[in-house]
């Protein structure tokens, strides 16, 4: 399970604390302004996060390899509108910024939600040292038992190249808040998630998630 030698494709994740008076005018900018920056590249996704971390914003970015990311960022410091009309209006409204690279892992596939609309959860794991020839197998069958009918739909596994090592996130989409609440409900009542669950949190360090709304300008919503 080794993700960046089967194919080049990846995703960058990026994370945006927002100065908490700026919030409103940090989305309404980018809301306006957003097309000149996927106009570079793709953009998979951007939401807010609602529960987990306040005035924050996650998206996704995909790229064909490295090279066409250098060659994207280059284009962008040349961009004049992007530099004039956002990027120097959007800096003084942040407090921080957080990248990383990741990789699907080889048995997942991006994929939509059924239905605009609804919630997405991001759920970070991290993993203990050992990749995943230690961990992987169990992690898959965590996930995928959470990924049936009747719980949550799986958007995405990924695992992390640059960043934090040893990481995977599994990014879900349900249909409200209510919804994820009695999923989560149902399956501490089932006994084939907590057992899949339970051997893989023995090699879990910890764990972290966010409940987030797709931006109206996401392509993912």
């Known amino acids: 399970m080794s993700p960046q030698q089967e194919h080049r494709t990846f995703y960058e994740f990026r994370t945006y604390s927002i100065r908490p008076d700026q919030n409103a005018a940090f989305l309404k900018l980018t809301n306006e302004k957003i097309h000149l920056r996927t106009a570079h590249s793709e ?39 992007w530099m004039s009309e956002y990027i120097s209006k959007a800096i003084p409204m942040l407090a921080s910024q957080d990248n990383e690279v990741t990789y699907l892992v080889p048995w997942s596939r991006l994929q939509g939600p059924p239905q605009e609309g609804g919630v997405y959860e991001l759920v970070t794991f991290q993993m203990l040292p050992g990749g995943p020839a230690l961990w992987g197998n169990a992690f898959q069958a965590a996930v995928t038992a959470h990924d049936a009918p009747g719980y949550g739909k799986l958007v995405g596994a990924f695992h992390s190249e640059f960043g934090q090592r040893n990481r995977v996130h599994a990014l879900w989409w349900f249909e409200s808040a209510d919804q994820r609440a009695e999923i989560r409900h149902k399956a501490h009542t089932d006994a084939r998630v907590v057992a899949a669950v339970r051997n893989s949190v023995v090699h879990l360090v910890s764990q972290e998630n966010k409940l987030m709304f797709p931006c109206l300008f996401s392509p993912m919503k």
């Open 43 to 81: 953009l998979i996704g951007y939401w807010t996060v609602e529960y987990g971390g306040l005035n924050k914003v996650f998206h996704i970015w995909k790229y064909d390899s490295y090279s066409q990311r250098l060659a994207v960022r280059s284009a962008l410091a040349l961009d004049r509108f």
